[in-house]
């Protein structure tokens, strides 16, 4: 087939060869991308008086059926014509001929992918906003619900201190309040039009770049024309925050698999989030916490591919550039689905609330009460620490816990203490007075809902 470039070529290459230069196979998914950069690039080429109005209006019904045809999935995309750019000015050229070759007056492929991309992932981010603030919903109308639900605070996985489940849950929330700053403030450097920029150097041609901007509602155009045809930072960026995103959707489905083990039983997953064994009949796997884990491990892949590929690029264009679309596609999509399985899982999920406060009675995180009670009553923290050391030591040795330790013993240890130790030793007594700022306490658990909930409003 005749390349729409061949004009200096002698000889063709072979399939394969075409094959492996193609971007066709995955860059179909900016068809309306570029279409929309097309249509308001011609549109821009009419009122600066480069083509006739009557040519821009055959460009754009033109370019219009090819949308109606790849939509209803009647357009045939083609290897020989490499990418989506080509493919649809080929198409053009067969519809209505050849006024079709005036599309490509002062423009490049190299500005036409770059606008695509930033097109494209400027309406990607929106979307994974909105799937973001929903997991958030999720993980706030939840913990809402568990408020009250005691749970053992880990450190190093050992029990620490009794905290509130909801307090553990707006952990997350709070992570993803992050992420989604983060993509929020990455949306001024996608929203911006490198249309224009040509092939590297600007063109001669009297084109309004800010026209074509507006017109793809971009808030910008980039200043340097080398710098809007080869810069990726944009992308770098997108696969930077969502390998962000992905790091804290990981955390939460290793704690999420680790809970519904046999040794944790806190939480049991829906049956439509788990899934069973082949052989063995008694298993109930979690395996879409475990895939998003998994999955993580792409998302960083398609960060380091793509800054690996940058890193050595002189300026302006060059072909490693093709490279940064299917990482970038890839990761749209796992991050996407992977926020929309995260909310599907928490949302169903069954809270085991008394083994969860059961375990914070059978154990010794209620050791911290002691020693700040006695440090309250004059005793110095160091020492207060030492003492209560090795009573857990004695109390191991008995195989008892610190609210069965009876009071004369207690009182052995300090004259001081009362009968209202037991009160204090208890673990939603630990929780609940934990209300400095932002802590585990009922009251700023509360709080900490409110906030979570006004901010979700907006
Ligand atoms: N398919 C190419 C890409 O994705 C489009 C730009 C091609 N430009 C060029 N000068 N070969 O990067």
Redesign the pocket.
């Known amino acids: 087939m005749e390349k729409l470039w061949s004009g200096r070529f002698q000889a063709q290459s072979e399939e394969w060869v075409n094959g492996f230069g193609a971007?066709i196979p995955f860059?179909y998914q900016l068809a309306h991308q570029d279409i929309a950069g097309s249509i308001a690039h011609v549109t821009m080429l009419a009122t600066c008086g480069i083509i006739a109005h009557e040519e821009k209006d055959q460009i754009i019904a033109g370019l219009q059926t090819i949308e109606q045809q790849i939509e209803q999935g009647q357009f045939a995309f083609s290897l020989a014509h490499?990418?989506?750019?080509l493919n649809i000015e080929k198409a053009l050229h067969d519809q209505i001929g050849p006024v079709a070759g005036k599309l490509h007056t002062a423009r490049?492929?190299?500005d036409?992918?770059a606008t695509d991309m930033h097109l494209y992932l400027k309406q990607q981010v929106n979307l994974i906003l909105e799937k973001l603030v929903n997991l958030q919903k999720v993980l706030v109308a939840k913990a809402n619900e568990h408020v009250e639900t005691l749970m053992p605070g880990y450190t190093h996985l050992q029990h620490a201190q009794p905290i509130s489940f909801a307090h553990h849950l707006l952990a997350y929330y709070n992570m993803l309040s992050r992420d989604e700053a983060r993509l929020l403030e990455s949306i001024k450097r996608i929203d911006i039009s490198p249309l224009g920029c040509a092939?590297l150097a600007g063109t001669t041609f009297p084109i309004d770049r800010q026209q074509t901007a507006d017109l793809l509602g971009f808030s910008a155009i980039y200043d340097n024309s080398l710098d809007g045809v080869s810069d990726r930072d944009f992308i770098i960026e997108f696969l930077s925050n969502s390998s962000l995103i992905m790091m804290h959707l990981s955390r939460l489905c290793e704690e999420l698999i680790l809970w519904s083990s046999f040794e944790f039983q806190f939480i049991e997953m829906a049956d439509q989030y788990a899934t069973g064994s082949s052989i063995m009949p008694q298993k109930k796997n979690p395996d879409y916490a475990e895939l998003i884990r998994g999955k993580t491990g792409r998302v960083y892949g398609n960060l380091f591919g793509l800054l690996t590929v940058l890193k050595g690029t002189p300026l302006t264009?060059n072909?490693d550039?093709?490279e940064?679309?299917e990482g970038m596609f890839d990761a749209v999509k796992t991050v996407s689905v992977s926020l929309d399985v995260m909310a599907g899982m928490i949302e169903t999920m069954v809270v085991k609330v008394e083994t969860m406060e059961r375990s914070t009675e059978k154990d010794f995180s209620n050791a911290t009460e002691l020693a700040d009670y006695l440090a309250n009553q004059g005793i110095p923290f160091r020492e207060a620490h030492e003492i209560v050391g090795k009573l857990v030591y004695n109390c191991i040795q008995k195989g008892i816990f610190l609210q069965e330790v009876s009071l004369s013993d207690y009182q052995a240890i300090s004259p001081t203490i009362n009968a209202d130790i037991y009160e204090v030793l208890a673990s939603r007594t630990a929780m609940n007075r934990r209300n400095s700022y932002g802590g585990t306490g009922t009251q700023q658990v509360k709080e900490a809902i409110q906030r979570a909930q006004s901010a979700l409003e907006k």
Request: proline letters at 0%; a negative charge.
């Open positions: 971007s860059d490499e990418d989506i750019h490049s492929r190299n036409q992918v092939a264009y072909k550039l093709q940064d679309k």
